[in-house]
């Protein structure tokens, strides 16, 4: 990668950053890409632009996201291993970019399901998960058969031999006798978080049509009640 590409990339987020306020989010980055971004924003220090970035991972925020939808579910990331924790981290920082909120359950795989089992209870009332594995790719069946939203599977190039580079988690999870489960492409977080933040919008979307229902409801009735007393 070459310095004049790295500084491409860094004055597209400039001119993106430029052009909207708030948040620029930058996937798939090579660590020349994420040195080149952190020299330049310095971490809030020389632009006052703060920068986010989890580890594992090849992502990075730039920018203030939005503030978080009061009336959306947090989101569940759920990974298989730790080994998994790069795409978890990709998703993680999609869904801070869309404004959602989200809780990381890590190392739940089937290889010991009594540590699914245990945080079953912070699954069940989740309108969508994101559940990543690799090697067989078992997990989202699994969670699939045990929860009420939709699962969003990410199969992941972790595993060695017949895993195929992701290949035999991904058909795993295509091939799912569980319900309502949708997979995305091999390592792919970010298109999880996207598709999951849609799902939890639309969720959300209802409740706040409800609460402002509910609300209108109730001053109605205060009106009714205010125009009665002075009969």
């Known amino acids: ?38 020299r330049h924003f310095g971490d809030g220090r020389n632009h006052q632009v703060p920068l986010m970035q989890l580890r594992p991972g090849t992502s990075i925020l730039v920018g203030n996201p939005p503030p978080i939808d009061p009336h959306a579910q947090p989101i569940p990331i759920v990974t298989a291993g ?41 699954l069940r009332h989740a309108k969508v998960i994101v559940c990543i594995a690799g090697m067989e790719g078992a997990l989202p069946s699994v969670l699939g058969g045990l929860v009420s939203g939709v699962v969003v599977a990410v199969p992941t190039s972790v595993g ?9 988690a991904l058909l795993g999870m295509l091939t ?3 319900a309502g489960i949708v997979c995305a492409n091999i390592d792919n977080g970010f298109g999880a978080a996207v598709a999951a933040c849609k799902i939890n919008h639309q969720a959300s979307s209802a409740v706040a049509k ?22």
Do not use: P, W
Request: net charge negative; aromatic share 2%.
């Open 160 to 168: 060695y031999g017949a895993a195929l580079n992701g290949f035999a």
């Open 1 to 38: 990668i070459n310095a004049e590409y790295m500084g491409q990339v860094v004055q597209i987020v400039i001119e993106l950053l430029r052009l909207q306020s708030g948040c620029v989010l930058v996937t798939r980055c090579a660590e020349e890409h994420l040195d080149a971004l952190r």
């Open 176 to 178: 799912s006798c569980s």
């Open 82 to 122: 730790t080994s998994d924790l790069a795409v978890a981290n990709e998703a993680l920082l999609t869904c801070a970019a869309l404004g959602h909120a989200t809780k990381l359950i890590c190392d739940v795989g089937v290889a010991g399901l009594h540590r699914l089992l245990a945080r079953l209870d912070e």
């Open 210 to 231: 409800r609460v402002l229902t509910d609300r209108n409801q109730k001053e109605r009735t205060a009106d009714d009640v205010h125009s009665q007393s002075k009969l």
